[in-house]
């Protein structure tokens, strides 16, 4: 099966630009997590969806970040204004979910945005 | 809520067995995750244990202890390329999955 796919791959902008993030989930999971990784960490949960739902957005800096997962499928990450400690891996993940077996509780991780801000 | 705790750095030898320990208070606690992430990579999965006990998958084994909010990661017949960072998560009913910080560990020749 397909991999979570993210869109870019690396990204450079100025301070106080805008900028978005993309991902495609692997088909058929149901919860998708959207993480940040600065150098060194380990990944920070930002926000999770159940299908098209948010579950969980306490660590998502709402004044400036913004999330969407329209139709329960794609979602998109955005940033605006962006702000130079916003350079960091932007990690998306996706997980089938509904207990029981240990496949269904295996998180799939893209291969992240690397967000550079000058 | 959620916390996670490992240590930042560990160094083994080549052939040798290192264990990584991680400890948990997750309310509402669902699962431990073990994940490795090579420099530059997207985290990959290692294991999930749920029950108390030793799960073994090839070189690498993880433990879980309920009870005592206990983990550990025990990497057998070290070699070069398991130099990378492993990272603790619990996952509680919610779905939400939470990272630790991450251990970094160094294989020397």
């Known amino acids: 099966e397909a991999g979570v796919a993210q869109s870019p791959r690396y990204k450079i902008i100025e301070k106080r630009q805008s900028v978005a993030f993309w991902c495609n989930p692997i088909?058929?999971?149901?919860?998708l997590y959207w993480y940040q990784q600065i150098l060194g960490q380990g990944p920070k949960l930002l926000i999770q969806?159940?299908?098209?739902?948010?579950?969980?957005d306490s660590q998502l800096p709402k004044d400036r970040f913004s999330a969407e997962r329209l139709k329960g499928v794609d979602s998109t990450l955005k940033i605006q204004p962006a702000k130079l400690e916003d350079s960091a891996v932007y990690l998306c993940?996706?997980?089938?979910?509904?207990?029981?077996?240990?496949?269904?509780?295996?998180?799939?991780f893209g291969p992240g945005t690397r967000l550079t801000v000058l | 809520g959620q916390n996670i705790d490992q240590p930042t750095e560990m160094t083994a030898t080549e052939g040798a067995i290192v264990q990584i320990n991680c400890t948990y208070q997750?309310?509402?606690?669902?699962?431990l995750f073990w994940y490795q992430q090579h420099a530059g990579e997207a985290p990959t999965f290692l294991s999930y244990?749920?029950?108390?006990g030793l799960e073994e998958k090839g070189r690498f084994s993880s433990f879980l202890s309920r009870s005592k909010g206990y983990s550990y990661l025990l990497l057998k017949e070290l070699q070069m390329k398991d130099s990378a960072s492993y990272l603790c998560?619990?996952?509680?009913?919610?779905?939400?999955?939470?990272f630790g910080k991450g251990t970094r560990l160094h294989i020397l020749p």
């Open positions: 993940a996706s997980r089938r979910g509904g207990g029981g077996r240990s496949s269904y509780n295996e998180q799939f």
């Open positions: 088909s058929g999971h149901a919860t």
């Open positions: 969806f159940q299908n098209n739902g948010v579950v969980d």
């Open positions: 997750t309310s509402g606690f669902n699962g």
């Open positions: 244990n749920v029950l108390d």
């Open positions: 998560a619990s996952l509680n009913r919610d779905d939400k999955i939470i």
